[in-house]
């Protein structure tokens, strides 16, 4: 029964904490399954060549131009991080493959090492079954941005990768903390841990001083990255600017990719994840609580809520944690509830691939 299947079996946890192969192998066809689906639902292309070629628009190109540029050659740079442009250039310089193909195939492999990620920290975490939660997180709306040459499927690897790190490798989690604002700017929000007495991610001060070091030689001031969002069409605001419009726009039914894109999705997952953050601090998971708090405030700190859905992609997994959790002690409620999101977030991510795909705006 599909109850019986969330369960954990009672060897599940060993078999994870070993690392054995069979896990990894398991998880690595689901994922090509899911690759397959993707690939073959959305738009049509003879290749997947064809597939990252067609992504050159909107910041794809703005990662090359970083590359070829430098990050301080361009002040519209400052609004991202460089790490993903300075990484897929230079591979893709080395091996001469075009700087497309590299990064899709980096966000690709990002994800995918997230993802596992992901699904080993929560099933142990939370005692729920980890090929469920690997399932819940390749359902992700947003989740197509793992074949978008984006620095999301890669920060997503990053930011997971660091959270198993913290029982499994207690030296790579320096590194790692390190290095991930270097990619999204949003791993500044890990400095919330300091509210627990992590004191060590403290380190994040070095890459936050080098950064606002970048703004101030290139745009006489410290935080230039704030005028740097106008030139990007983000009106001056706060989070409760984007709450308000967000609100706002819950009637305007009438154009339903706006409606979805900038209303609903953006106050559902908001309001969710703002409830899995309590759930976790309740059940004593208070660095994950406030890890979810601190970047769901971060990535909604704005006037208009253009592309929160994507910025919340590493939160995702969160949620369904919670979600498979309860299913397990509610079972004729959560269950139906689990399938609703998954068979929803698939459905999703073929529409809102095809909109980025065409030139369309897709979170």
């Given at each position: 029964m599909f109850s019986d299947a969330l369960q954990v079996p009672p060897c599940l946890l060993t078999i994870i904490r070993m690392g054995k192969k069979k896990t990894l192998v398991v998880l690595t066809a689901v994922y090509f399954i899911w690759f397959l689906y993707l690939f073959f639902f959305a738009e049509q292309f003879p290749s997947l060549i064809n597939w990252?070629?067609?992504?050159?628009?909107?910041?794809?190109?703005?990662?090359?131009?970083m590359w070829k540029g430098g990050y301080l050659g361009n002040h519209v740079n400052l609004g991202a991080a460089p790490g993903f442009a300075y990484l897929t250039g230079f591979i893709s310089d080395v091996s001469g493959i075009h700087f497309t193909i590299i990064g899709g195939i980096l966000s690709l492999l990002g994800f995918f090492i997230g993802s596992v990620c992901a699904s080993l920290v929560l099933s142990e975490k939370l005692k729920v079954n980890y090929l469920w939660i690997f399932i819940w997180t390749l359902s992700m709306p947003a989740a197509f941005y793992a074949f978008i040459p984006y620095s999301d499927g890669l920060f997503f690897g990053l930011f997971w990768l660091f959270l198993w790190s913290l029982d499994q490798?207690?030296?790579?989690?320096?590194?790692?903390?390190?290095?991930?604002?270097?990619?999204?700017?949003?791993?500044?929000?890990?400095?919330?841990?300091?509210?627990?007495?992590?004191?060590?991610?403290?380190?994040?001060?070095?890459?936050?001083?080098?950064?606002?070091?970048?703004?101030?030689?290139?745009?006489?001031?410290?935080?230039?990255?704030?005028?740097?969002?106008?030139?990007?069409?983000?009106?001056?605001?706060?989070?409760?600017?984007?709450?308000?419009?967000?609100?706002?726009?819950?009637?305007?039914?009438?154009?339903?990719?706006?409606?979805?894109?900038?209303?609903?999705?953006?106050?559902?997952?908001?309001?969710?994840?703002?409830?899995?953050?309590?759930?976790?601090?309740?059940?004593?998971?208070?660095?994950?609580?406030?890890?979810?708090?601190?970047?769901?405030?971060m990535s909604h700190n704005q006037a208009f809520w253009r592309s929160v859905v994507r910025y919340d992609l590493v939160l995702y997994p969160f949620l369904g944690g919670m979600i498979l959790n309860l299913a397990i002690r509610y079972r004729k409620a959560g269950y139906p509830v689990f399938l609703a999101f998954v068979v929803a977030g698939f459905y999703l991510q073929v529409s809102y691939s095809n909109l980025f795909h065409r030139g369309q705006w897709a979170f």
């Open positions: 990252f070629k067609s992504t050159e628009h909107w910041d794809v190109l703005h990662f090359e131009k490798r207690p030296v790579a989690k320096y590194l790692l903390l390190l290095s991930m604002p270097f990619f999204r700017i949003v791993a500044f929000a890990l400095l919330s841990w300091v509210v627990l007495r992590k004191y060590y991610v403290l380190i994040l001060i070095l890459p936050l001083s080098l950064w606002l070091l970048a703004n101030q030689i290139v745009g006489g001031s410290p935080f230039y990255f704030q005028e740097v969002q106008k030139i990007f069409g983000m009106p001056e605001g706060h989070f409760g600017n984007g709450l308000r419009q967000a609100l706002s726009s819950l009637n305007q039914t009438h154009d339903l990719n706006y409606w979805i894109s900038f209303s609903v999705l953006p106050l559902l997952l908001l309001l969710l994840l703002f409830i899995s953050g309590i759930w976790f601090w309740v059940k004593r998971e208070r660095l994950l609580a406030l890890t979810i708090f601190s970047i769901l405030l």
